[in-house]
């Protein structure tokens, strides 16, 4: 059968989306590979590094403290978000949208400026540091409980959208069989959000097992993997070995990442076409219980939001109180000064607009594409692999590969387009599974219509497909802004002198004693992705009234036929 223009062309779209993830993401994956088995002069020792690795006591130990500090966290903040997002689908509390913002707000900041905050609340020159008791909050405490703040949305929206999903007629059955709330909790509430919490217990596993920011600010002598990664490379020049601890750090990662993935393929619909949507009854007492939870977990998030946006104006902490602006003069500090938060603002545009690109194209052919089917399952296994890689792995990677002499792609190294590629890549399954979910939602048929009517598939795209998938087009581009923009250990081994970032600047700043300063460059973060989350949502108002008119006029033409 003779192939079309458009079967040629969508071959070169899949193609090149295929050569961008092995280049941004295969070859660079076997460099660090191959090299954990050679030596310092590149030659092949097969296993002989990681013998060695298990034969030191030290980083073995920091194998148990990542899971010890993995486990956990986990377990700490997957109860803490489920009692959160039940009130939120299950009360009828008032305030629900502004307790659901506030619990948004640790995504909008670098994971190490949880850190910060405890060190200036429980430090040694802390303000509360009697509340512990004679505890340190250097060690296994600080760590457990900044990851609990950073990770506690992330494991939030997986369980909301696990809750939402509830059919009200299990419940009047139990009521109606006299059920007690208990036991209705155990047997209908769990189950059926069972594939939600699991989720949300890898994400959140995941997430703290290979983060870097955190243990380096806070950690003191307490050593995880991912810190030992830094050590290695950084502080010890020992490349060789920092691969080895790399490849250490990315099984429990990858060995989650599939268990949850076996497990979400087992899932099974909870609603059908007969379900009947569940709406929370009023209980003045279960209420009012929820509202103050929310309130104390609402007072968590600000008392470290607003620790940091005290301490970001404190002219030296704790002898002179005094609020002033020398912490934000950044140019007369180690770290970057302000070409660095410019550089991020830079970095966090470009990945947002090509990893948008990018992620909507390749999600497109993998979805919509006909033909080349063992083409497409490659290309979405590619996609779906970046999540369980750390980002300290990936930029590790990227140094061997593209830093190698004999790479004709070496000319990228330290320049602005390495970091949004590292980022792109870091942050791609995410993306790419939200750019599914939009497009199973269109139906088939669209492409159908107009391949019948002979019309290039692009048109297709660029006059259906596009305006209806707008939305989650939009997120996609403010998730990969706001990462960009507080991404630490992506970036941290492969950023030069002239592209130096912001988040990349808190870390040194702190490492150099300047933790004020540290403190008001995560802020200047902060307020940089609130701004652009406030604009994006004023903003697409406006275009999405434009390009989904059809929405509301679907939605008014059905009002009134009932």
Same mark, same amino acid.
């Given at each position: ?351 947002? $607009? ?190 999405? $009234? ?17």
């Amino acid at each position: 059968m003779k192939k079309s223009r458009d079967d040629y062309l969508t071959i070169l779209l899949i193609s090149v989306t295929a050569i961008y993830m092995l280049i941004a993401l295969a070859f660079p994956m076997y460099a660090i590979l191959s090299k954990g088995l050679q030596n310092k002069d590149g030659e092949f020792i097969g296993f002989e590094n990681y013998i060695n690795y298990f034969e030191s006591p030290a980083l073995v130990y920091s194998i148990y403290n990542s899971l010890f500090v993995a486990i956990t966290t986990t377990f700490i903040t997957v109860t803490l978000a489920f009692v959160f997002a039940y009130a939120l689908t299950r009360s009828c509390m008032i305030g629900k949208t502004v307790f659901r913002s506030i619990a948004m707000i640790p995504i909008l900041l670098p994971s190490l400026l949880a850190g910060i905050a405890l060190v200036y609340l429980f430090g040694n020159q802390g303000i509360i540091k009697e509340l512990l008791f004679g505890y340190k909050i250097y060690g296994p405490i600080g760590i457990i409980i900044a990851e609990v703040f950073y990770t506690f949305p992330h494991a939030l929206l997986i369980i909301i959208i696990a809750l939402s999903i509830a059919d009200a007629r299990l419940y009047e059955a139990a009521t109606v069989l006299r059920s007690k709330p208990i036991r209705t909790f155990f047997t209908i509430t769990i189950p059926s959000a069972k594939y939600g919490l699991i989720s949300a217990i890898f994400v959140v596993f995941t997430l703290v097992i290979t983060d870097f920011g955190i243990p380096k600010v806070i950690g003191g002598q307490f050593s995880v993997l991912a810190v030992d990664v830094y050590k290695q490379v950084v502080g010890q020049q020992n490349f060789e070995m920092g691969a080895v601890v790399s490849v250490v750090l990315i099984i429990p990662a990858v060995i989650a990442f599939i268990v949850d993935r076996i497990v979400q393929r087992k899932q099974v619909a909870i609603l059908t076409s007969r379900s009947v949507v569940y709406e929370p009854k009023k209980n003045r007492n279960f209420d009012l219980a929820m509202f103050v939870y929310c309130c104390l977990i609402s007072f968590f998030i600000f008392t470290i939001l607003g620790m940091c946006f005290f301490a970001s104006f404190v002219t030296f902490w704790p002898y002179n109180m005094s609020l002033s602006l020398d912490n934000y003069q950044f140019d007369l500090m180690d770290g970057g000064g302000w070409a660095s938060y410019y550089n991020s603002i830079r970095m966090a545009c470009y990945t947002a $607009v090509f990893g948008t690109i990018i992620v909507f194209s390749g999600a497109y052919f993998v979805e919509k594409s006909r033909g080349l089917k063992k083409g497409r399952s490659i290309l979405h296994f590619l996609s779906m692999i970046p999540m369980a890689i750390p980002g300290m792995v990936l930029g590790l990677a990227y140094i061997f590969f593209f830093n190698h002499p004999n790479n004709p792609l070496n000319f990228l190294y330290g320049t602005m387009a390495i970091l949004v590629i590292c980022t792109i890549t870091h942050f791609y399954t995410v993306s790419h599974l939200t750019a599914l979910t939009a497009l199973k939602q269109i139906d088939n048929e669209f492409e159908h219509v107009g391949s019948s009517l002979k019309q290039p598939f692009y048109k297709t795209f660029f006059r259906v497909t596009l305006p209806i998938s707008l939305p989650a087009i939009f997120e996609i581009a403010i998730y990969f802004f706001v990462n960009a923009m507080t991404t630490v250990s992506a970036v941290v081994f492969i950023y030069s002198f002239n592209t130096h970032l912001a988040s990349v600047a808190v870390l040194n700043m702190d490492d150099q004693g300047d933790i004020a300063a540290a403190a008001a460059m995560g802020m200047m973060i902060f307020y940089t992705n609130l701004s652009v989350r406030v604009a994006y949502v004023l903003l697409t108002k406006k275009i999405l $009234v434009k390009f989904q008119s059809w929405r509301h006029v679907g939605s008014e033409k059905i009002q009134a036929a009932t």
